[in-house]
């Protein structure tokens, strides 16, 4: 098998898909599982302030660098919102410990 790996990148892209997809909820379920519910509800506060600090930031970084590169404003508006979202992964990784590497 490692023979045809080496030969067709096209395959292990494709399997490396599939396997993420196929395992990506289950990581999102045991990240879940782990999260304290009265912890949360007392931090609520927090988690809000922290939320709009992280979106202000970031649309404060992308959107005029969009602009820079003279991207339409309807193309500008979409990447800031894309990029302010966060990765959901980013943040749950750290609370259980993974490291991740691509």
Not at 42 to 51: G, K, N, Q, R
Not at 65 to 88: D, I, Q, S
Request: some cysteine; overall charge positive.
């Amino acid at each position: 098998m490692a023979g045809l790996f080496v030969r067709d990148k096209a395959l292990v892209h494709r399997l490396r898909s599939i396997v993420f997809a196929l395992l990506t909820p289950f990581f999102f379920l045991k990240a879940g599982t782990l999260i304290s519910l009265p912890a949360l509800i007392a931090s609520l506060a927090l988690l809000v302030a922290l939320f709009w600090v992280k979106m202000l930031a970031k649309i404060i970084a992308v959107w005029p660098m969009c602009r820079v590169f003279k991207m339409p404003m309807r193309e500008t508006n979409y990447t800031t919102l894309l990029m302010a979202t966060g990765l959901t992964f980013g943040s749950i990784s750290p609370c259980l410990g993974i490291i991740t590497a691509t």
